[in-house]
């Protein structure tokens, strides 16, 4: 609320009134207050008003030129197209002064209080008034009643009174070579105004506005800039040494040869500004915006630039080595040969940023974030980059050796034929993105995902892998030597032809994997997942998979020479042309697989799960099967001479046409399987069961059968020549036409055989069980029939 307890109303006595030079001079000189008075087409140059109280005078058309302002007070006053060129206000009030198409050529504000002033021009009316036509409509009712013009009424424009827009000339303000020293300037606005070699040295500016003015040779050396907003201006060769510049505005200014020497400048926009060839430019920017511009090649060594905004800017041949540029933002921006090692960028955010031959060494780029950028062949050796963002950015051939990636992420990005020697990226993740031939030697990557993206013939030897995972990563022609790969995840990548060779491979997962070609050579993969994996022409040689899952995944063409497979699943396996001579295969689940084309040789089959698989026609001469279950498996014309049968089950199995010589085969159980023509020759047949078999036309000679059943068993044609086989069972058993001629069956049991044409010649037939009629008649009652 305005305080009118000390106004004095004599002050206010000429209020409204039109005075005349002489009045003017005349009343100042008896120390009269004109405040509020009409000055219009009046000659006071070089009238003394200093010390005057003028507030509130409206001046039109009148000429102060060389008035002596000094202490008087104008707050609030109006000078339009006045001539107040070489006038003295100095230390004057000029508080919420407007000028309007003033002259103001050299005048001295020094030590005034120009707070709120506002200096601007308007559009001069040209035409005399003579010449303007008056509608016949506006002629009517200015005759009818003078005293009651409504022109608005009418509906005319300007057009109607004879007035087009030539008739305007553009208004002028002049305050060239003005003298603002010590000023007071908060607040005030120059639009448009001519302020060449204006001097504003040490004045407080704070929230001052300059638009379009000409301020070419200015000296605003120790001004406070503080919410300056300058706009359109031409500061060519002004100077701003050592002005506190703050939350400032340059927009698409003229700054060619300015001094900014000492200069404070921070949280201040220039935006479209030539900054070229400005001199002395601070290093020190912080918070400040750099859109548009064209910088000065200057040296920022070590500025402070913290959080500093550039945007479509371009820097060459500059350095800002240990600048703190932390939260810093780039967009658009273009970076030629520039040095920024030990620069502070945690936190900065890079978008749309083209770099050449841009030095990061030791610079901290921590939390920093990279989009839509390109960095190829930067030098980021030994920076730090902890939990950096790059996303969909290119970093072809550059250098990141012995940088610091900790928790990085990698999206959609690429880092093609990058250096990453000894890097650290325990915790990355890469998404998505291209490490085709990096060189990763050495690298920590403990820790790190790597989610389908491409690792072709990337080296990574001697790298630090745990709880790494890569899925539907392409890491063909990958070199994985020297690093210790036990207990990752390779799930579903592509490794065609990648050497693993001598690796500990345990608890590693490879399942779902594109690993055609690749070397295993006497690896341990034990209790590691291969699963669904293409392992088309893989060397398995000597290796160890013990407890490995092998599933539904393609063996075909593998090389498993001597290796070893304990407790394996390999359901579902194709295994075409596979390699498993010499192999040990231990409680290996191989049910339905098909063998044959497999190369076999000296193979062990221990307690392992062959139901319904296929081995005919193949030689598996000297293989080991025992504890084996072959139920139901086909084995015709298949050759198991010197093998090891013991224990094993073949019940149901097809082994017709099957030379198993010198084979032992104790304890086996060939229940309901088809031995037609097979060959036991001098085979250990001990304990084995024939229950139910189809054995007609096999050769038993010289095997051991001692306790051997063949309850129910067809036996027809079968030789049993010379065989040991005490205590054995052929209850039921068909011998029709079958030749015991030197065999050993003391006291075995021959219950309802049927032995038509068999031979029986030079037989041990000593305590012999022939056919128990108490046993036969109960085996043939049957209920009787119901009435």
């Known amino acids: 609320m305005d305080d009118f307890s000390n106004i004095n109303l004599e002050d206010y006595k000429n209020s409204g009134k039109r005075l005349t030079a002489e009045e003017v001079i005349e009343k100042v000189g008896k120390g009269e207050s004109i405040a509020g008075a009409i000055l219009q087409n009046l000659d006071l140059g070089g009238i003394r008003l200093n010390g005057a109280f003028l507030e509130g005078i409206s001046c039109t058309d009148t000429s102060f030129k060389g008035a002596d302002f000094s202490n008087a007070n104008l707050a609030e006053a109006m000078f339009t197209n006045t001539d107040l060129s070489d006038a003295d206000f100095s230390n004057a009030n000029v508080s919420r002064v407007i000028l309007k198409n003033c002259n103001c050529e050299k005048a001295n504000f020094s030590g005034a209080n120009l707070s709120d002033l506002k200096v601007e021009t308007e559009l001069i009316f040209t035409k005399s008034a003579d010449d303007i036509i008056i509608p016949p409509e506006l002629k009517v009712m200015i005759e009818k009643n003078p005293g009651n013009i409504d022109v608005s009424s009418l509906d005319l424009d300007l057009e109607d009174l004879g007035i087009t827009q030539s008739d305007f000339a553009p208004g002028k303000c002049i305050m060239s070579g003005a003298d603002f020293s010590h000023t007071i300037l908060t607040g005030?606005?120059?639009?448009?105004?001519?302020?060449?070699?204006?001097?504003?040295?040490?004045?407080?500016?704070?929230?001052?506005?300059?638009?379009?003015?000409s301020m070419e040779n200015s000296d605003l050396s120790r001004t406070n800039l503080e919410y300056v907003s300058l706009i359109s201006n031409n500061l060519k060769s002004s100077i701003f040494r050592a002005a506190q510049i703050k939350n400032a505005e340059f927009f698409e200014c003229q700054l060619t040869d300015s001094v900014f020497e000492n200069a404070e400048i921070s949280k201040v926009r220039f935006i479209n500004d030539d900054l070229s060839s400005v001199m002395n430019f601070p290093k020190n920017l912080p918070y400040c915006v750099f859109s548009g511009c064209k910088f000065p090649q200057a040296d920022f060594s070590d500025g402070i630039l913290t959080g500093t905004e550039f945007s479509n800017v371009r820097l060459s041949n500059m350095s800002f080595k240990h600048?703190?540029?932390?939260?810093?933002?780039?967009?658009?921006?273009?970076?030629?040969?520039?040095?920024?090692?030990?620069?502070?960028?945690?936190?900065?955010?890079?978008?749309?940023?083209?770099?050449?031959?841009?030095?990061?060494?030791?610079?901290?780029?921590k939390e920093a974030k990279f989009s839509a950028s390109d960095l190829s062949e930067c030098d980021f050796s030994s920076a730090a980059f902890q939990n950096a963002e790059i996303t969909e950015s290119t970093f072809s051939e550059a250098r990141f050796r012995e940088a610091d990636l900790t928790g990085a992420g990698l999206i959609s990005s690429s880092l093609l034929r990058c250096d990453l020697t000894s890097a650290v990226l325990n915790g990355a993740e890469i998404t998505e993105s291209t490490l085709t031939e990096s060189n990763l030697k050495d690298a920590d990557m403990k820790n790190v995902k790597c989610e389908n993206s491409n690792l072709e013939k990337a080296v990574m030897s001697g790298c630090a892998f745990q709880e790494t995972e890569f899925s539907e990563s392409n890491l063909t022609g990958a070199v994985l030597t020297g690093t210790e790969l036990k207990g990752n995840i390779f799930r579903e990548c592509q490794m065609e032809g990648i050497d693993l060779s001598g690796m500990d491979l345990s608890e590693t997962d490879f399942s779902g994997g594109q690993l055609t070609g690749a070397k295993f050579v006497r690896c341990n993969i034990t209790d590691s997942d291969l699963s669904g994996a293409c392992l088309q022409q893989v060397d398995f040689t000597e290796a160890i998979l013990k407890d490995t899952e092998i599933a539904d995944a393609d063996l075909s063409g593998a090389v498993c020479v001597n290796a070893l497979f304990d407790y394996c699943g390999l359901s579902g396996t194709k295994i075409d042309n596979i390699d498993i001579r010499g192999v040990k295969f231990i409680q290996v689940d191989f049910e339905n697989v098909d063998f044959t084309g497999a190369k076999i040789e000296k193979t062990e089959f221990i307690l392992c799960s062959l139901v319904k698989t296929s081995f005919q026609g193949m030689d598996l001469t000297g293989c080991n099967l025992t504890d084996s279950d072959l139920s139901e498996a086909d084995l015709k014309d298949t050759v198991l001479n010197q093998a090891v049968l013991t224990q094993v089950k073949l019940a149901g199995a097809d082994l017709s046409g099957a030379s198993i010589k010198n084979a032992q085969c104790k304890t086996a159980d060939f229940t309901e399987s088809v031995l037609v023509s097979t060959n036991f020759e001098k085979s250990n047949l001990m304990c084995s069961r024939f229950e139910k078999a189809n054995v007609k036309r096999a050769d038993f000679t010289g095997a051991r059968l001692d306790r051997a059943e063949f309850v129910g068993a067809d036996c027809e044609g079968a030789v049993f020549r010379n065989v040991k086989m005490p205590y054995s069972d052929f209850s039921h058993a068909n011998l029709s036409g079958a030749d015991f001629s030197g065999a050993d069956l003391l006291q075995s049991i021959l219950h309802r055989i049927n032995d038509q044409y068999t031979n029986w010649k030079g037989a041990n037939l000593k305590l012999v069980e022939y056919t128990d009629q108490d046993l036969a008649e109960a085996e043939d009652w049957a209920p009787p029939k119901p009435e």
């Open 188 to 213: 005030a606005e120059f639009d448009q105004i001519n302020l060449d070699n204006a001097v504003f040295s040490e004045s407080d500016m704070n929230g001052s506005s300059f638009k379009n003015c």
């Open 323 to 365: 600048a703190d540029l932390a939260g810093a933002k780039f967009s658009k921006f273009y970076l030629e040969n520039i040095d920024l090692s030990e620069a502070g960028l945690n936190g900065a955010i890079f978008t749309d940023l083209h770099a050449a031959k841009v030095v990061f060494k030791n610079a901290d780029l």
